[in-house]
């Protein structure tokens, strides 16, 4: 069964810390995605990656970065937590036909940052 | 502007009556695609439909299927016979032309289905 998995489920943080949320897949997929969950506001696009070595600004890129050194692996990088970063961080992995089999996620990693 | 909107918070159905969740969608592109994910509590998000923007017929999925009228830029899920497992959180999502494969996602509609 194919999957993405995330380390952790979940997660608390202090604020100012270095936090690393990690996305591992098996399918060789080419493109990566990070996106945090908020009620009422759906899914927003922070990050997201073609290639290795490759990154691109999603819609809510601020306070964020990400490594993709290995086609499997896209970590996200909250350089300095805040507690408005706290929330429902799910990565998705596409072959890059995602336009007519969408995303398979991860389980998700529900951060809290105190 | 939104892209994906869905005007539905919440909602609340009956066992084994239909269900449909309304998504309107805004693109100039002739090539998209829309879908329908399902997230129950439990967080994981489950693919359950496809629509590309050039389908004639609306696309089916067991019970699922997609009330795709293009002219209204309208998406709606059609659940039939809904069943308890169906009490759940719905994302309508686009993606926009074939360049690449980012995925727009609305605000979601939380399903609640009543014995």
């Known amino acids: 069964d194919v999957k993405v998995t995330q380390s952790s489920r979940y997660l608390v943080k202090r604020t100012g810390e270095k936090v690393f949320l990690e996305c591992v897949q098996d399918?060789?997929?080419?493109?990566m995605f990070w996106y945090r969950q908020d009620p009422g506001l759906g899914l927003r696009l922070i990050y997201f990656?073609?290639?290795?070595?490759?990154?691109e600004k999603g819609d809510i890129p601020e306070g964020y970065s990400v490594s993709r050194e290995k086609k499997e692996r896209f970590s996200l990088i909250l350089e300095s937590a805040s507690t408005n970063q706290t929330s429902m961080y799910l990565c998705?992995?596409?072959?890059?036909?995602?336009?007519?089999?969408?995303?398979?996620f991860g389980s998700g990693t529900r951060l809290t940052v105190v | 502007a939104q892209k994906i909107t869905q005007t539905q918070p919440g909602m609340f159905v009956q066992e084994k009556e239909a269900v449909t969740l309304d998504c309107t969608y805004d693109?100039?592109?002739?090539?998209?695609?829309l879908f329908w994910y399902k997230q129950p509590s439990s967080g994981e998000m489950i693919f359950l439909i496809y629509?590309?923007?050039?389908?004639?017929q609306n696309a089916t999925e067991g019970r699922y299927s997609l009330n795709f009228q293009k002219a209204r830029k309208s998406a709606n899920l059609v659940i039939s016979a809904s069943q308890l497992g169906d009490s759940a959180m719905y994302f309508c999502?686009?993606?926009?032309?074939?360049?690449?494969?980012?995925?727009?996602f609305g605000k979601g509609t939380r399903l609640h289905i009543l014995p």
């Open positions: 998705a992995s596409s072959s890059g036909t995602a336009g007519f089999y969408g995303y398979t």
């Open positions: 399918m060789d997929h080419e493109n």
């Open positions: 990656s073609y290639d290795v070595k490759m990154k």
């Open positions: 693109t100039s592109d002739p090539s998209y695609g």
């Open positions: 629509q590309g923007s050039y389908d004639q």
């Open positions: 999502a686009m993606r926009e032309g074939f360049g690449d494969d980012k995925i727009i």
